[in-house]
């Protein structure tokens, strides 16, 4: 097999189309080359840039204590403002551009999962310190967990009426006066925090990233395993799910308690495939405990319980669901006890439906019709919205149970389909944020891929990012720039493919070193 003369991973744009297109699967020992250095780098000089960039474009605090009213506070303003935007959309591009060519080495089989890592933490590392990007989320957890500090019902009441300008001014202006519609658990984390870090805003968001990062590190103990089962390719599992920008800009940049959901839901999976049964449903409890979205896939994880055990058919999905809602009510009885909480927050699940963008399929459908209805006749949109919704939600309810009972022999093929329905419910609810399709796409990450799927996955990430403003306003109705986003996205998905797709680089192209087979 041909090589080149410098064995540098890290090869101009890695690998030539055909050679991509047609390389050999990774050997089942994972390469153990050099660290892609200059790949590497240049995401994280990307990421250094969103970081400065940041303290103005991003999720800046109203009285901001860093640059306040010095010399350098004009960044927040006019002028400074779109030049910092413009600084931390170029440092996105750095990050995606060089999530790309890392993508290129794995499918080439030429890095294993440790470059993948390095390289995800190294990306990450400037984030931990960074304003919030791409969403204002935290400002609302950190003023939703000093609602019991102040002995106010976060279930019933939204932050404004704490009074205290230093929490709620720096909260969107949405869930200001809107009741939280997390779990227990995540508002007693957020209680912790905000018990903490006061009215200090700063140090608020880098301790919510921090207390987060417990997801992500379960994310990182379950993926060998579900990779295992689920029959996936380690490294590309670790680029897709850890080191791609829904995870790296939006789980730990926003940051979004998502991230603690997915770790819970991808340990407990884990655990009851490895017939931990006990622990594994624990944990997913935990995770709808942080957020509700999670206990969709008790249902599925029941039939994969029940496949372990040795009686008739019945008696064992008897056995497995009888324990599954006795270690489900248990578990969460006590954490809501401990949190000192009620059930309200189910009443405030439905505050997200009041957000309307067409990435909820309902709402698009909803929305399309009415535009078209509109050109002959007056008419009111929230009728057409809603009862597009409606008929998504009994979508999704038909979908969902014949999906699960197509679970019902259990083993891997359960957790197949239990992904599709986590992917399924975030597109057919009432209200679809970007994040949300990060709930199957942990799980469906450790399945195996195909390289054009991982193309348009790659796209996908990339534009689920720039859906909204560095500052965490909605652009999906700013066509023109979404136009541009799907450009710039589909370039990056192609760009996985195939070497320089527009030429940029004249006729020089390189070969690389191919795996052999083992």
């Keep these: 097999m041909a090589t080149t003369t410098d064995p540098s991973p890290d090869v101009e744009e890695s690998l030539v189309a055909e050679k991509i297109e047609h390389a050999e699967a990774p050997a ?23 970081l400065i960039s940041a303290f103005g474009a991003a999720g800046i605090l109203v009285s901001d204590p860093v640059l306040g009213h010095g010399p350098l506070s004009w960044i927040r303003y006019g002028h400074g403002r779109m030049l910092a935007t413009v600084v931390l959309y170029l440092g996105f591009a750095l990050v995606v551009w060089a999530w790309i060519r890392l993508g290129r080495h794995v499918l080439a089989g030429r890095v294993g999962s440790r470059p993948v890592l390095v390289a995800a933490a190294c990306w990450m590392g400037p984030l931990l310190i960074s304003p919030p990007v791409f969403t204002r989320d935290v400002f609302s957890y950190l003023a939703q967990g000093a609602l019991p500090l102040y002995g106010q019902d976060p279930y019933a009441v939204g932050p404004i009426v704490l009074g205290l300008q230093e929490l709620v001014q720096n909260v969107h202006p949405f869930w200001q006066t809107t009741p939280a519609p997390y779990g227990p658990l995540f508002i007693l984390l957020a209680k912790g925090i905000a018990a903490v870090a006061g009215t200090n805003m700063i140090l608020g968001v880098i301790l919510m990233r921090l ?52 770790g819970f839901l991808a340990a407990g999976t884990l655990c009851v495939l490895d017939r931990k049964h006990v622990v594994g449903i624990l944990l997913v409890t935990l995770g709808a405990a942080v957020k509700a979205t999670a206990a969709i896939a008790l249902p599925f994880l029941v039939w994969v319980w029940a496949g372990h055990l040795n ?11 009888a324990a599954s809602v006795g270690i ?15 059930l309200g927050w189910f009443k405030a699940l439905q505050a997200p439906a009041m957000i309307v963008n067409w990435l909820s399929i309902p709402t698009a ?25 409606a008929i998504g939600g009994l979508l999704f309810f038909a979908i969902a149970i014949r999906q699960w009972w197509l679970s019902r022999h259990g083993g891997s093929d359960a957790v197949r389909r239990m992904a599709f329905i986590l992917f399924a419910v975030a597109v057919l609810s009432p209200a679809t944020l970007p994040w949300y399709l990060t709930w199957g796409f942990v799980i469906a990450a450790a399945l195996p891929w195909q390289r054009r799927q991982l193309a348009i996955l790659a796209s996908a990430a990339v534009f689920l990012v ?25 370039l990056a998905g192609i760009s996985l493919l195939r070497n320089d797709p527009l030429g940029l680089f004249g006729e020089r192209q390189e070969l690389v070193t191919l795996p052999a087979k083992v």
């Design 28 to 50: 089942a020992v994972e390469p153990r080359g050099p660290l892609p250095v200059r790949t590497i780098a240049l995401g994280t000089a990307g990421s250094l840039m969103i």
């Design 211 to 262: 207390a987060l990062l417990i997801g992500l590190g379960l994310l990182l103990w379950a993926l060998p395993g579900l990779v295992r089962h689920l029959g996936g390719n380690l490294p590309t599992t670790l680029w897709l799910a850890i080191a791609g920008p829904m995870t790296v800009v939006h789980l730990v940049g926003g940051p979004h308690n998502d991230l603690l959901m997915v």
């Design 311 to 321: 009686s008739t058919f019945w008696k064992n999905f008897a056995r497995a669901c």
């Design 328 to 342: 489900f009510v248990g578990a969460f009885a006590a954490t809501t006890w401990l949190a000192g909480v009620n």
């Design 365 to 389: 459908v909803g929305e399309i019709v009415h535009t078209v209805v509109n050109v002959v006749i007056d008419a009111n949109k929230s009728w057409f919205v809603n009862t597009a919704r």
């Design 466 to 490: 720039l859906t909204y403003s560095p500052a965490g306003e909605d652009l999906l109705y700013n066509w023109p720039f979404i136009a541009g986003a799907i450009a710039v996205s589909v």
